[in-house]
């Protein structure tokens, strides 16, 4: 059961990650504004040099915002 | 013109379309332009694209030029119209260092981040162009979009770019931005980063507590001796004290504080329990594990405040695109054409001096106080006073800001600088410098009160028994009943009942400054409205013709007449006729028109002589007027030398406004103060069921003391209105809401924001909110109850840490699925008649049949 003594303090460390990430996205603004990204994502450009064909599902992305 | 092969693909999907139904839309912004059988104006076509305008096109070739079509392919047609350029010098007054101080954010040497609010950002593709716009010049450097704020914050260089540049950038591509000088000082984000830091640190000692704490709780201790060794135990106690010292100091910092300034202030608050319940938790845990006499509360300690925590964030729900604390500042330009020795300039408004002349045109805000120096104007108070109508001014008047002209170009000369005007003086009242509400007025303090020092008697009592009985015990009790006492659940019920009720409410398109104003909803009992734009729709309204009916040759006549003229009401009265004038015959020969600037206008067309105008005109013309209405909005009409009757302006009643009133008049006192002349006394009074409470020129200052004076006799008010003229009378009700047409408009200074189509639902508002405060309550009994359980185990001195960790979350969870729950079911039992048209738009209004349950509280 000796294990336990590295489990512990390891368990802890990794939960003390995510804090620290949770902690790092907070001072970095990301729950500042969670609306444009989901957007920003649907106009993000596959190769922005080329003019790919497009699909009409791109146009038919919702408009009424 | 390069247009690349994927592009061609796009347009042409985009032209099948539209040659089936032959017409012909902007292919930038999908404006209609005729179809093609009928022909259309041809000058903007580029190759088969069709443009409404110059400024359409002008955006089309910019953004091919520099490889931004995939604009069109994520929106087709649904650019911003961009019509006329403006002048190339309308931004240039931000490049002044005092202006560009207060939209600059961060600034350097090489690079410059500013922030425009850009009301016509509306898309994905709107999100994607302003996002490329380091594309479109050169020196424009990154971009972010902050879409629910509508806001676009750019960096770039100013050694390249100047800040005015930038502006006339985002203009030309239809994304003109918002200056107006209030936006500039927003808030900081609401939910401060700091309680989100408070909350993470808290839950992430309270399921690492709660690790710890299982193997004791569920007797592993006993069975698995290797485990249950006492190092285990002193390791588990020793890491779960030092887990706890971040949330003690840091994430109860705020608790600490609140206690110790009620303290000070000699009044008891809901803190101080709370307070003194996790010093007690933690004092008592400490001492355990020190002493190696237990595994102590810990986890129970982090767990409430976790839980008391996520309260707080739930409770500070905000509406992004909605400000509650607009001034003055707001509604006016941030800058003004100047005129000068060397001509015009535009400079911000802050810097006109007494003596500078101005230039105002169609439609645009006077600035400050200033006397007309041009022969006319036609001034529309109607948001400064609550006239529903534009009066006529003439050269060397006195006019006021805040007025609006009508009609064209006038020039000013400023009396008074902008910070000390008539209007803006209003501002510098009491009512806008005490903070509104008492923060310890609020129900959970005021039953925290009386709890507190209940619990206080009980912990005393128990220690006093025990210290005779078994002197050992004496503490443990004590810090027991403090700590099963400890009123998390209590502290919950309000946050999360309010601000559920603040969510369902928004939802109905009624947005609250903040949760706490549902409490003061419940209380009001007296209903204050103003009536132009509040109760009337704000377009001043439709002209009804009263007197000997005419036939549809005279009306032509009166229509071709009318159409000379470009003062506002002929214009108005031509727009009318225009609808039932068969316009096949329209553009017949008009003859002698003369235009008598302040009396009316004359001429003759087929065979008609028209005059329309004043009534003292007409009779000074020598024309028998038939007595009957007065009203300076109306316009009389001779025919033939014959007097006719007139065209009377009336301002249409919102829908519904009737069903309102009478249904709040059930159970309040309802009044209208109305800035405007008494001309619908008699409408009104049947709305009102009668003149008692009809109050009609009233000046923004006369509306507070009017409000003022009901408060002293006894009255909550709750003050309805829309324009500057109510601010005062919004900032000094108990309640204010500030009625607005769309979404986003401008308001007053409030503490409710209702969507215009949503006044119907004010009686709900107010007995929703009455079944709010009640849920409240409700929350407060099933807290309760488990404190008495708490507190019975807690008072013989045998409080086990397992009971603890099982009765804390699990009051906190109830108290919170019952205020959450209940409040739903009241929201949706008040608002049935608007529900399922949560997306109903302000151009589509809500048919709202109010239900008979609404107008009681119930």
Same mark, same amino acid.
């Given at each position: 059961?000796?294990?336990?003594?590295?489990?512990?303090?390891?368990?802890?460390?990794?939960?003390?990650?995510?804090?620290?990430?949770?902690?790092?996205?907070?001072?970095?603004?990301?729950?500042?504004?969670?609306?444009?990204?989901?957007?920003?994502?649907?106009?993000?450009?596959?190769?922005?040099?080329?003019?790919?064909?497009?699909?009409?599902?791109?146009?038919?992305?919702?408009?009424?915002? | 013109?390069?247009?690349?092969?994927?592009?061609?693909?796009?347009?042409?999907?985009?032209?099948?379309?539209?040659?089936?139904?032959?017409?012909?839309?902007?292919?930038?912004?999908?404006?209609?332009?005729?179809?093609?059988?009928?022909?259309?104006?041809?000058?903007?076509?580029?190759?088969?694209?069709?443009?409404?305008?110059?400024?359409?096109?002008?955006?089309?070739?910019?953004?091919?030029?520099?490889?931004?079509?995939?604009?069109?392919?994520?929106?087709?047609?649904?650019?911003?119209?961009?019509?006329?350029?403006?002048?190339?010098?309308?931004?240039?007054?931000?490049?002044?260092?005092?202006?560009?101080?207060?939209?600059?954010?961060?600034?350097?040497?090489?690079?410059?981040?500013?922030?425009?609010?850009?009301?016509?950002?509306?898309?994905?593709?709107?999100?994607?162009?302003?996002?490329?716009?380091?594309?479109?010049?050169?020196?424009?450097?990154?971009?972010?979009?902050?879409?629910?704020?509508?806001?676009?914050?750019?960096?770039?260089?100013?050694?390249?770019?100047?800040?005015?540049?930038?502006?006339?950038?985002?203009?030309?591509?239809?994304?003109?931005?918002?200056?107006?000088?209030?936006?500039?000082?927003?808030?900081?984000?609401?939910?401060?980063?700091?309680?989100?830091?408070?909350?993470?640190?808290?839950?992430?000692?309270?399921?690492?507590?709660?690790?710890?704490?299982?193997?004791?709780?569920?007797?592993?201790?006993?069975?698995?001796?290797?485990?249950?060794?006492?190092?285990?135990?002193?390791?588990?106690?020793?890491?779960?004290?030092?887990?706890?010292?971040?949330?003690?100091?840091?994430?109860?910092?705020?608790?600490?504080?609140?206690?110790?300034?009620?303290?000070?202030?000699?009044?008891?608050?809901?803190?101080?329990?709370?307070?003194?319940?996790?010093?007690?938790?933690?004092?008592?845990?400490?001492?355990?594990?020190?002493?190696?006499?237990?595994?102590?509360?810990?986890?129970?300690?982090?767990?409430?405040?976790?839980?008391?925590?996520?309260?707080?964030?739930?409770?500070?729900?905000?509406?992004?695109?909605?400000?509650?604390?607009?001034?003055?500042?707001?509604?006016?330009?941030?800058?003004?054409?100047?005129?000068?020795?060397?001509?015009?300039?535009?400079?911000?408004?802050?810097?006109?001096?007494?003596?500078?002349?101005?230039?105002?045109?169609?439609?645009?805000?006077?600035?400050?106080?200033?006397?007309?120096?041009?022969?006319?104007?036609?001034?529309?108070?109607?948001?400064?006073?609550?006239?529903?109508?534009?009066?006529?001014?003439?050269?060397?008047?006195?006019?006021?800001?805040?007025?609006?002209?009508?009609?064209?170009?006038?020039?000013?000369?400023?009396?008074?600088?902008?910070?000390?005007?008539?209007?803006?003086?209003?501002?510098?009242?009491?009512?806008?410098?005490?903070?509104?509400?008492?923060?310890?007025?609020?129900?959970?303090?005021?039953?925290?009160?009386?709890?507190?020092?209940?619990?206080?008697?009980?912990?005393?009592?128990?220690?006093?028994?025990?210290?005779?009985?078994?002197?050992?015990?004496?503490?443990?009790?004590?810090?027991?009943?403090?700590?099963?006492?400890?009123?998390?659940?209590?502290?919950?019920?309000?946050?999360?009942?309010?601000?559920?009720?603040?969510?369902?409410?928004?939802?109905?398109?009624?947005?609250?400054?903040?949760?706490?104003?549902?409490?003061?909803?419940?209380?009001?009992?007296?209903?204050?409205?103003?009536?132009?734009?509040?109760?009337?729709?704000?377009?001043?309204?439709?002209?009804?013709?009263?007197?000997?009916?005419?036939?549809?040759?005279?009306?032509?006549?009166?229509?071709?007449?009318?159409?000379?003229?470009?003062?506002?009401?002929?214009?108005?009265?031509?727009?009318? /006729?225009?609808?039932?004038? #068969?316009? !096949? *015959?329209? $553009? @017949? %020969? =008009?003859?002698?028109?003369?235009?008598? +600037?302040?009396?009316?206008?004359?001429?003759?067309?087929?065979?008609?002589?028209?005059?329309?105008?004043?009534?003292?005109?007409?009779?000074?013309?020598?024309?028998?007027?038939?007595?009957?209405?007065?009203?300076?909005?109306? /316009?009389?009409?001779?025919? #033939?030398? !014959? *007097?006719? $009757? @007139? %065209? =009377?302006?009336?301002?249409?009643?919102? +829908?519904?406004?009737?069903?309102?009133?009478?249904?709040?008049?059930?159970?309040?006192?309802?009044?209208?103060?109305?800035?405007?002349?008494?001309?619908?006394?008699?409408?009104?009074?049947?709305?009102?069921?009668?003149?008692?409470?009809?109050?009609?020129?009233?000046?923004?200052?006369?509306?507070?003391?009017?409000?003022?004076?009901?408060?002293?006799?006894?009255?909550?008010?709750?003050?309805?209105?829309?324009?500057?003229?109510?601010?005062?009378?919004?900032?000094?009700?108990?309640?204010?809401?500030?009625?607005?047409?769309?979404?986003?408009?401008?308001?007053?200074?409030?503490?409710?924001?209702?969507?215009?189509?949503?006044?119907?639902?004010?009686?709900?508002?107010?007995?929703?909110?009455?079944?709010?405060?009640?849920?409240?309550?409700?929350?407060?009994?099933?807290?309760?109850?488990?404190?008495?359980?708490?507190?019975?185990?807690?008072?013989?001195?045998?409080?086990?840490?397992?009971?603890?960790?099982?009765?804390?979350?699990?009051?906190?969870?109830?108290?919170?699925?019952?205020?959450?729950?209940?409040?739903?079911?009241?929201?949706?039992?008040?608002?049935?008649?608007?529900?399922?048209?949560?997306?109903?738009?302000?151009?589509?209004?809500?048919?709202?049949?109010?239900?008979?349950?609404?107008?009681?509280?119930?």
């Amino acid at each position: 059961m000796n294990v336990i003594l590295i489990l512990i303090p390891v368990s802890l460390v990794f939960a003390g990650s995510f804090l620290a990430a949770f902690i790092w996205s907070v001072r970095t603004g990301q729950f500042e504004d969670t609306d444009t990204p989901a957007m920003r994502i649907l106009a993000e450009e596959d190769r922005p040099t080329t003019a790919a064909p497009l699909c009409d599902n791109e146009t038919g992305i919702d408009h009424e915002h | 013109m390069q247009a690349t092969a994927g592009i061609h693909s796009i347009i042409n999907a985009g032209q099948t379309a539209r040659f089936g139904d032959l017409a012909v839309v902007c292919f930038h912004c999908g404006t209609p332009g005729g179809t093609r059988s009928t022909g259309h104006d041809t000058a903007n076509t580029l190759d088969e694209k069709w443009f409404c305008c110059a400024g359409c096109r002008t955006v089309f070739e910019l953004l091919s030029e520099h490889g931004l079509n995939r604009f069109y392919a994520l929106t087709e047609r649904n650019g911003q119209p961009v019509g006329v350029a403006a002048g190339a010098d309308r931004y240039t007054f931000l490049d002044s260092p005092e202006v560009r101080a207060r939209f600059v954010h961060y600034s350097d040497d090489t690079s410059t981040r500013v922030t425009f609010r850009v009301p016509a950002l509306h898309c994905v593709a709107c999100v994607w162009l302003l996002e490329n716009l380091f594309r479109l010049k050169p020196g424009i450097g990154p971009s972010t979009v902050a879409f629910v704020r509508k806001e676009v914050t750019v960096g770039f260089d100013p050694r390249v770019i100047r800040l005015a540049e930038v502006a006339t950038l985002l203009e030309s591509l239809g994304y003109p931005p918002d200056l107006n000088l209030a936006d500039l000082e927003r808030p900081s984000n609401p939910i401060s980063r700091r309680l989100w830091l408070q909350v993470a640190v808290a839950g992430f000692a309270f399921g690492n507590t709660m690790l710890f704490s299982l193997p004791a709780y569920f007797g592993l201790g006993s069975r698995l001796d290797t485990f249950s060794g006492p190092e285990f135990k002193a390791m588990f106690g020793w890491l779960s004290l030092a887990l706890s010292i971040p949330v003690v100091v840091f994430s109860a910092a705020d608790y600490w504080r609140s206690c110790l300034f009620s303290l000070r202030q000699r009044r008891m608050s809901i803190e101080v329990p709370i307070a003194a319940g996790i010093a007690a938790l933690w004092l008592q845990s400490a001492w355990e594990v020190g002493f190696g006499r237990g595994a102590g509360y810990f986890d129970s300690l982090a767990g409430l405040l976790f839980f008391l925590l996520c309260g707080r964030i739930f409770q500070q729900k905000t509406f992004d695109r909605i400000s509650f604390d607009r001034d003055y500042r707001s509604f006016f330009p941030l800058s003004v054409l100047r005129m000068t020795a060397y001509g015009e300039e535009r400079v911000a408004i802050d810097r006109l001096g007494i003596g500078e002349r101005i230039r105002i045109r169609n439609g645009e805000l006077i600035p400050a106080d200033a006397t007309l120096i041009t022969d006319a104007a036609m001034i529309d108070y109607s948001f400064v006073t609550g006239e529903s109508e534009p009066v006529p001014r003439a050269a060397g008047d006195r006019l006021y800001a805040g007025g609006r002209q009508v009609g064209g170009t006038i020039e000013l000369a400023i009396t008074k600088p902008v910070s000390q005007s008539h209007l803006i003086s209003l501002w510098d009242r009491d009512a806008f410098r005490k903070p509104k509400g008492d923060a310890f007025d609020t129900l959970t303090h005021r039953y925290s009160r009386r709890f507190t020092w209940i619990i206080l008697g009980i912990a005393l009592a128990a220690a006093a028994f025990w210290a005779v009985r078994a002197p050992e015990k004496a503490v443990k009790s004590f810090t027991s009943v403090l700590i099963v006492a400890c009123p998390c659940a209590l502290a919950l019920a309000a946050p999360f009942t309010l601000g559920t009720g603040q969510r369902v409410l928004g939802r109905q398109g009624i947005f609250l400054r903040n949760s706490g104003v549902i409490e003061t909803l419940a209380r009001i009992n007296t209903v204050v409205f103003d009536k132009t734009g509040t109760l009337t729709l704000p377009k001043a309204g439709e002209m009804v013709f009263q007197g000997e009916p005419l036939d549809s040759r005279e009306r032509r006549a009166i229509h071709e007449i009318a159409r000379q003229s470009t003062h506002p009401l002929s214009r108005r009265l031509a727009a009318l /006729l225009q609808g039932d004038t #068969d316009t !096949r *015959f329209a $553009g @017949g %020969f =008009v003859a002698g028109f003369r235009e008598h +600037p302040g009396c009316g206008i004359e001429g003759t067309s087929d065979g008609v002589a028209v005059r329309i105008g004043s009534r003292a005109w007409l009779a000074a013309s020598g024309i028998e007027l038939t007595p009957g209405g007065d009203g300076t909005g109306s /316009l009389w009409i001779a025919l #033939d030398g !014959r *007097f006719r $009757g @007139g %065209f =009377v302006l009336t301002s249409p009643l919102r +829908p519904e406004v009737e069903d309102l009133v009478r249904n709040l008049g059930r159970s309040r006192r309802v009044e209208l103060l109305s800035g405007d002349n008494e001309r619908e006394r008699e409408r009104f009074a049947a709305v009102f069921g009668g003149t008692g409470h009809l109050q009609f020129h009233q000046s923004p200052a006369d509306k507070l003391n009017h409000i003022r004076r009901l408060q002293a006799e006894g009255h909550r008010v709750m003050m309805v209105g829309d324009g500057l003229n109510d601010a005062g009378a919004l900032q000094q009700g108990d309640v204010g809401v500030a009625v607005i047409e769309e979404a986003g408009a401008f308001s007053p200074a409030s503490d409710v924001i209702i969507e215009a189509s949503r006044l119907p639902q004010l009686a709900a508002l107010l007995s929703f909110s009455i079944s709010a405060v009640r849920v409240v309550r409700l929350s407060f009994v099933v807290s309760t109850l488990y404190n008495v359980a708490g507190l019975a185990i807690a008072a013989s001195g045998n409080l086990a840490p397992v009971v603890c960790a099982i009765l804390m979350p699990l009051s906190s969870a109830s108290v919170v699925a019952v205020a959450c729950g209940a409040t739903h079911w009241c929201g949706r039992r008040s608002f049935r008649a608007g529900s399922g048209r949560i997306f109903a738009t302000s151009d589509n209004p809500i048919p709202a049949k109010t239900t008979p349950r609404e107008g009681k509280p119930t």
